[in-house]
C-alpha cells in the first residue's frame, strides 16, 4: 500500500482545511486509515482513525469537536479540520494498519504503511 497526503498549507486560527490521503494497491477496505501529526520536537500522535467499514471512529480529546475523518470508496480518507488553532501546527501523516475486524487501532505501531506528511500552519 502506498499513500499520498495532500491538502496542508498555511491558515490563520480559527480557519478550516482539508486534508487528502490517496491510497494505491489492494484490499483498502481491510486497512484501518489512521491521521497522525507530529509537531516540532514532539512525539508523533494519533489525531483520527476510522475503521475499515467507515462506521467506528476515534478521535484524540484535543481535536473532538473540531476534526472529521472520512474515508470513500475511492481509498481516499479526509481529515476535514475546523477551528484550527497554533497548536495545530504539525507535519500530518496519514497511516493503514491491516486489520482483521472492524475497529480502530490507536498505537502508532499497529500502522504498517504511511504517507509523505503534509505540513499545516496555523498562525495566530
Known amino acids: 500500500v502506498q499513500l499520498q497526503a495532500s491538502g496542508g498549507g498555511l491558515v490563520q486560527a480559527g480557519g478550516s482545511l482539508r486534508l487528502s490521503c490517496v491510497a494505491s494497491?489492494?484490499?483498502?477496505?481491510?486497512?484501518?486509515m489512521g491521521w497522525f501529526r507530529q509537531a516540532p520536537g514532539k512525539e508523533r500522535e494519533l489525531v483520527a482513525a476510522?475503521?475499515?467499514?467507515?462506521?467506528?471512529i476515534y478521535y484524540a480529546d484535543f481535536v473532538k469537536g473540531r476534526f472529521t475523518i472520512s474515508r470513500g470508496n475511492a481509498k481516499t480518507v479526509w481529515l476535514t479540520m475546523n477551528g484550527l488553532k497554533p497548536e495545530d501546527t504539525a507535519v500530518y501523516y496519514c497511516?493503514?494498519?491491516?486489520?482483521?475486524?472492524?475497529?480502530?487501532?490507536?498505537?502508532?505501531?499497529?500502522?504498517?504503511?504511511w504517507g509523505q506528511g503534509t505540513l499545516v500552519t496555523v498562525s495566530s
Open positions: 497511516a493503514a494498519g491491516p486489520s482483521r475486524w472492524d475497529g480502530v487501532k490507536i498505537r502508532r505501531g499497529d500502522y504498517e504503511y
Open positions: 494497491g489492494h484490499s483498502f477496505d481491510t486497512y484501518v
Open positions: 476510522v475503521a475499515r467499514s467507515g462506521r467506528r
